[in-house]
């Protein structure tokens, strides 16, 4: 077994600890050597079901011990695994299954009726939570390689939405080893540490800000299988816990919960918090209870974390991206691809070895995200003369909704739908606890009456509630440059000018 097939992490673990605990949920201990047979079952399930190398299996519910026993399974026999986002509804859900075609969706029981209403009963296969998941399954069609290939492809992480062609970041093995390495190195991660993950595991912050990177040093990882305020207060103090994610609008819910004055965060060497622009209510609440808190920055395609706050870092600088991890290289570029001087601002380039493979088969959205090897970010932001970065804002066009990108295409396009819209276009507002949160712009064709609550129904059971508009303006017409196009600058200053 090699460490680039990262199934082979947890088979390591089974041989060296085999009675610690590697996952912790609802109850449930389970060991390193527990976890290994979980994997193999998994493995033996889907070879059963016919899964092939290079065969896709979409997995559908919460976060959950199964969903990373699925994972390694698929890393250990050359399946791709696609986790999908268990809050959209089914209309939105099948445009995914439908970009990657996989041979099975499993589906956690209660989300079997989502999942056959997403990919049809021919390919979803139900499993019930516990240690028999995946109980019954046959021998291994193929035993596991034991010269993985580091560049083959073993997850799909999808970061764009449900209007043209989803983009699905393509992640190997060697993408998926070089993040644990990233983390291991950047936050002092041992098999001592205790992991909390309350971030959805089909986001790439549940997925690879700790919890792989904890099972791949041997540590101790408790699952949530969503996240409650009140339930992580409980569980830091009882799990002593040192290392946790937590996304602004995660943070805002915990400032505000009662406990959360009274809760022994004592254990916590460490809160990581991320957004493209974190704000100062992601980080003063920790610094107020003494808890060390760093922003991380990066993206999905980035896996996902290309830059944090060096540990001891004076706490004034939480509020900057940090500097670039180990196996990570960052630069400030101008339009021409030319880098910039210290303190002047620029488009924020990454190169790595964690960074994606490329878009799944969509070979053109790749080459515009990268140039000579380098991912082009999309994002402003500047180096000052300490190396820190400092992300200024976006230049690519996605509202960044808590931990969730929002494409307005995505919402425009349900606006367009509407008899009553003569035109409509979608930008950010700032907020307090999401960090942004859409806001339509409309137009309504003239002699149609039409209400705020009408345009925000529209978005019942048509896109996941995080994506739904939170406020609407009424307008005229929409403002338009020289060459037609929507001049969405000045639609961001109406739109904060309406919270006055």
Not at 10 to 28: C, D, V, Y
Not at 289 to 296: D, E, H, N
Not at 359 to 365: F, G, K, M, S
Not at 438 to 448: D, F, L, S
Request: proline share 7%; aromatic share 8%; hydrophobic share 45%.
């Amino acid at each position: 077994m090699t460490a680039l097939d990262i199934s082979g992490w947890i088979a390591h673990w089974a041989q060296w600890s085999p009675g610690k605990t590697a996952l912790r949920f609802e109850g449930r201990c389970v060991s390193y050597a527990e976890l290994a047979r979980g994997v193999q079952r998994a493995a033996a399930w889907l070879g059963g079901r016919g899964v092939s190398p290079g065969d896709r299996v979409a997995y559908l519910g919460p976060n959950c011990p199964e969903l990373l026993e699925l994972l390694f399974a698929c890393a250990g026999t050359g399946a791709i695994f696609v986790p999908l986002n268990a809050r959209m509804p089914a209309a939105e859900l099948s445009v995914f299954v439908a970009a990657t075609r996989p041979r099975l969706v499993v589906a956690e029981a209660g989300f079997r009726d989502l999942a056959l209403a997403s990919a049809g009963e021919d390919r979803v296969a139900a499993f019930g939570s516990g240690p028999e998941a995946f109980a019954g399954g046959t021998a291994l069609r193929r035993p596991p390689d034991p010269d993985p290939d580091p560049a083959a492809p073993v997850l799909i992480l999808f970061t764009s939405g449900t209007t043209g062609r989803p983009k699905g970041a393509t992640f190997t093995q060697e993408n998926l080893t070089f993040n644990a390495l990233n983390v291991i190195t950047a936050f002092g991660l041992t098999g001592a540490d205790e992991i909390l993950t309350a971030v959805p595991m089909f986001h790439s912050g549940g997925l690879f800000i700790h919890t792989t990177p904890g099972l791949c040093a041997g540590a101790t990882v408790t699952i949530h299988r969503e996240f409650d305020a009140g339930l992580l207060l409980a569980d830091v103090p009882r799990y002593r816990v040192t290392l946790l994610a937590c996304v602004p609008a995660m943070t805002a819910a915990l400032a505000a919960h009662p406990a959360w004055d009274r809760a022994d965060l004592s254990s916590l060497r460490s809160v990581l918090t991320g957004s493209t622009v974190v704000p100062r209510g992601a980080v003063e609440p920790w610094q107020r209870r003494g808890v060390p808190v760093m922003q991380g920055y990066g993206s999905t395609e980035a896996c996902p974390v290309a830059t944090s706050l060096p540990p001891g870092s004076p706490g004034e600088l939480a509020l900057t991206a940090g500097k670039p991890l180990l196996y990570h290289r960052v630069r400030i570029v101008d339009a021409a691809g030319t880098d910039v001087a210290a303190g002047e601002p620029g488009e924020v380039w990454i190169r790595g070895r964690s960074v994606m493979q490329g878009y799944w088969e969509n070979a053109q959205a790749t080459r515009e995200a990268f140039r000579d090897g380098w991912f082009r970010n999309g994002d402003l932001g500047l180096f000052d003369e300490q190396g820190y970065l400092h992300v200024i804002d976006r230049i690519k066009d996605i509202i960044i909704v808590g931990s969730s990108n929002v494409y307005p295409s995505d919402v425009e396009a349900v606006l367009a739908e509407c008899a009553d819209i003569r035109e409509a276009a979608v930008v950010g507002r700032r907020d307090d606890g999401l960090g942004e949160v859409p806001v339509a712009c409309v137009v309504p064709v003239p002699g149609r009456s039409l209400t705020r609550d009408q345009v925000l129904a529209l978005f019942d059971g048509r896109l996941a509630s995080y994506k739904h508009p939170r406020d609407v303006i009424f307008l005229d017409a929409l403002p338009r440059n020289a060459a037609g196009k929507v001049q969405k600058a000045i639609l961001r200053d109406l739109g904060l000018r309406s919270l006055d």
